[in-house]
């Protein structure tokens, strides 16, 4: 019998709160742009089967039903949010549209040459020159660091840059975009 008084109360006791792992949070900027292959989460109100993960395809666009394609890269969710709510009115009244960036895969760097982990970095936000240094764990000792070159992902532009100038301060620790490649000859 106090078994299963034990195992009763056990049952309906209040569990205490445990916070969500890093990698389940969701510590998303509202104004982020979408990029290719992040993953969103849709739902709309009472309408469960409409809802669910969507991926950002490669030509910027998200396909969903009834209303089809939906461009998403550089937009943010809730203008995308806005745009699915007034497409799918034509078939639900008032839709409740909520869509929640999950995980953000469009955010890659690369570092390549005289690095000691050279390689595709995928990461959440975006990181500065000396972070994806960091990322690519250091030069090598035949580094040449006042020779580094930061090329431009979207434009292709070439950024000359000297690794002892940007940690004294005396040139601008650049931010990275995605798509940019460190190169450290």
């Known amino acids: 019998m106090r078994r299963v008084l034990f195992l009763a109360l056990a049952l309906i006791a209040p569990l205490p709160a445990v916070a969500a792992p890093e990698s389940e949070r ?5 104004d982020y742009r979408i990029g290719k292959e992040d993953v969103l ?3 709309v109100f009472r309408f469960e089967d409409l809802g669910g993960p969507v991926t950002v395809r490669p030509d910027g666009r998200i396909t969903l039903e009834l209303i089809g394609d939906v461009q998403a890269e550089g937009r943010t969710a809730p203008e995308i949010s806005q745009e699915i709510a007034e497409k799918l009115a034509a078939f639900i009244p008032e839709p409740k549209v909520t869509l929640a960036v999950t995980k953000i895969n469009s955010m890659k760097v690369f570092v390549v040459g005289r690095v000691t982990a050279p390689g595709v ?12 240094i960091a990322m ?9 660091k006042s020779r580094i070159v930061i090329v431009r992902g979207e434009t292709g532009k070439r ?3 000297d690794y002892d100038d940007v940690v004294s301060g005396s040139q601008t620790n650049f931010t990275l975009y995605p798509g940019d490649t460190i190169v450290v000859p």
């Open 121 to 132: 970095f995928s990461v959440g936000s975006n990181p500065t020159l000396l972070q994806a």
């Open 26 to 30: 969701n510590d998303i900027a509202v």
């Open 136 to 144: 690519a764990k250091g030069f090598t000792p035949w580094a040449k």
């Open 41 to 43: 989460e849709l739902a």
């Open 159 to 161: 950024v000359k840059v």
